[in-house]
């Protein structure tokens, strides 16, 4: 079983729609919970991170966090196509070596005007 | 800040040729990480280092190695290119020691590799 699942994707919906998306993990140690965008051919940036259950919002997005479930979700609200990328989820344990983080395998959305 | 840039941006190697990747960040900070993305793949550590002259191994390390001999630059060599390494490789950094959100990684731009 891999440490972390995410939903593969591809994802495409109208401009405006709600986006979710989700990731698993299995690892309890994790206690930080990050999501990166990457647009095509550049590399990922971060876009939220939490360190506890419940929601977090900046702007037009909202991450989850439910540590019982072992469940993360990033929602974005009034999609816009300049949302269009990859988005990876990404989850790190207190320390670990070097601040490790794992990585999602990443889920890529399009937004449709 | 230029921040963290990577050359090349794209490279065709023949089976068996050996190449550097050149990493380098102005931002003065102490770990950097050597990353692989495969389609479809997520993103898979290849090094790691926590300060110049000190490189540990993460996921996926053969094939390739490393070194750091100053905090700017982190070099990714591969000796005897295979098909297998045929990727996307992004080298990323973190100050330890800053405020900022613990696990918070700042990546370069990549470079695309292809092996025949």
């Known amino acids: 079983q891999k440490e972390v699942e995410q939903d593969p994707g591809p994802l495409s919906v109208p401009e405006g729609a709600i986006v979710s998306l989700n990731c698993t993990y299995s690892?309890?140690?994790?206690?930080?919970f990050m999501w990166y965008r990457q647009y095509s051919r550049k590399g990922p940036e971060l876009l939220m991170y939490t360190y506890s259950s419940g929601n977090k919002e900046d702007g037009r997005f909202t991450a989850q966090v439910d540590k019982s479930s072992k469940y993360i979700s990033l929602f974005i609200r009034d999609s816009q196509p300049s949302d269009s990328a990859t988005y990876l989820c990404a989850m790190g344990a207190p320390l670990s070596s070097a601040s490790k983080i794992i990585f999602g395998s990443g889920t890529r959305l399009s937004i449709r005007p | 800040n230029a921040g963290v840039t990577q050359t090349p941006k794209f490279r065709i190697l023949k089976i068996g040729q050996s190449m550097t990747l050149q990493c380098t960040q102005d931002m003065n900070h102490n770990y950097m990480y050597w990353y692989r993305q495969d389609p479809g793949m997520g993103l898979k550590l290849i090094y790691y280092s926590v300060g110049a002259g000190i490189t540990d191994k993460g996921e996926v390390p053969n094939g390739y190695n490393v070194s750091r001999s100053t905090t700017e630059d982190f070099p990714l060599r591969l000796e005897l290119a295979a098909p297998s390494q045929t990727s996307v490789y992004f080298c990323?950094?973190?100050?330890?020691?800053?405020?900022?959100?613990?696990?918070?990684?700042?990546f370069g731009p990549g470079t695309r590799l292809l092996v025949l």
């Open positions: 990323a950094s973190r100050d330890s020691s800053s405020g900022a959100p613990q696990e918070t990684q700042y």
């Open positions: 690892n309890s140690a994790f206690q930080y």
